[in-house]
């Protein structure tokens, strides 16, 4: 079962995981500088955006947002 690793709440599917991320969970680090690869962006949502986007495709971000 997807779980958020920032929070603890598990979800039915990735989609719905990824959401969680994007929109409500409010364990992600409000930093500008990336917590796993430590690129810093212009803004925190920037951080925010990069963060998420690169879980889909990269394995250290995936581990450090999800555990399935
Ligand atoms: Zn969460
Ligand atoms: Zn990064």
Do not use: Q
Not at 25 to 52: A, D, E, Q, T
């Amino acid at each position: 079962m997807p779980t958020c690793k920032l929070c603890g709440r598990s979800f039915d599917t990735l989609t719905e995981l990824y959401m969680h991320l994007s929109s409500e969970c409010n364990r992600i680090p409000r930093s500008r500088r990336c917590p796993v690869c430590g690129n810093k962006y212009r803004s925190i949502r920037f951080m925010k955006h990069h963060l998420i986007n690169e879980a889909l495709i990269e394995t250290r971000h995936m581990n450090y947002l999800i555990s399935i």
